[in-house]
């Protein structure tokens, strides 16, 4: 067994390729180079404290969960973990495309592959022509490049939904403040659980700030202010009032006994679209397409239809390119068409009798 730093290295049990959020960043880089030679183990020692430093604890956490797959799948059918194998990478893909993964989980997979590839100073078998060949063809055999989108969640929707909740009960105050936060600052739920009350501020309008230190797309942690409605600052104050937490994670789980002293557990980024389909469902709503970013995406679709330029959507929203807006938009698009555009015409121009 090798070690790296102050981290062990070793192999990993089998687990689902579902990253576990609440562990340290130790740990997961520990796993996410297991197994790896001995040839290697000197560059590696003096890459992890680095690699630490480098990377937000939710990308190492992802690469992490990828790299368990990984390596149970190689241990499982007896192969190293390093250098990855074409005819090895290859039956790994047809096993998780016949588990149900999606196109996107499996150029994830590549993804990491890849880097830790770099980190251990090997060459890449994803940069090679035959891999990139194979991967091809089983994407064309096997996969879509559309994947289900969630279900936004407009302004219209937020109202429907906070209309059910009861401001006296200290969940539905939890929920109304999370779920405007959400909406307003069209926050990943990532980003959501990160929150934190010292980095939220009052305006003398009665609006809101709030600080955003790390983002998906913000590696480098310069972070963002965001805007609060003075609507959405007071179901947040109800909330902290609810609490009593003057420090720490914003949005946290309500305790049964409902004491102050009990509101110390954060809520997880699976809690956020727990909560999210729930709401929904009580509030009428189809809840089968609702997902943690559903109050993001709706929030993208409401700028759309209010004409703000992708360029204004993309600020708001922290995107780096043009493509998910777009895919936001697709339905908008549609409805605003040539051929929609036609057919209202004329039916407009048709008369009724």
Known sequence: MAHVGHIELGHTAPMT????????????VAELLAQTPEALVDRLRALADDLKLAYAPNTLRTWRADWRVWTDYCARHREPALPVTLPVLRGFLLERIAAGRKRATCE?????????????????PMDA????????????????ARQRQAQGLTLADVDTILATLDPTQPRDRRDAA????????????????????EDLSTEADGSGRIFLAHSKTDQEGAGVLQYLSPETMDRVQRWLETTGQTDGPIFRSVPRSNKADRYDTPLSDRDVARIFKARALAAGLDPVRISGHSTRVGAAQDLLAANFSAAEIMRQGRWKSERMIVRYGESLSAGRGAMARLIKAKRRDTPQG
């Open 17 to 28: 390729d579902t990253p576990i959020s609440s562990e340290p960043r130790d740990q997961a």
């Open 129 to 144: 022509m035959e891999t990139k060949l194979m991967w091809r063809g089983l994407r064309r055999e096997h996969l879509s």
């Open 108 to 124: 994830h997979y590549l993804a990491t592959l890849t880097i830790v590839h770099r980190l251990a100073g090997l060459v890449s």
């Open 178 to 197: 999370l779920i405007s936060v959400a909406f307003e600052g069209m926050f990943r739920r990532s980003e959501l659980i990160a929150l934190r009350i």
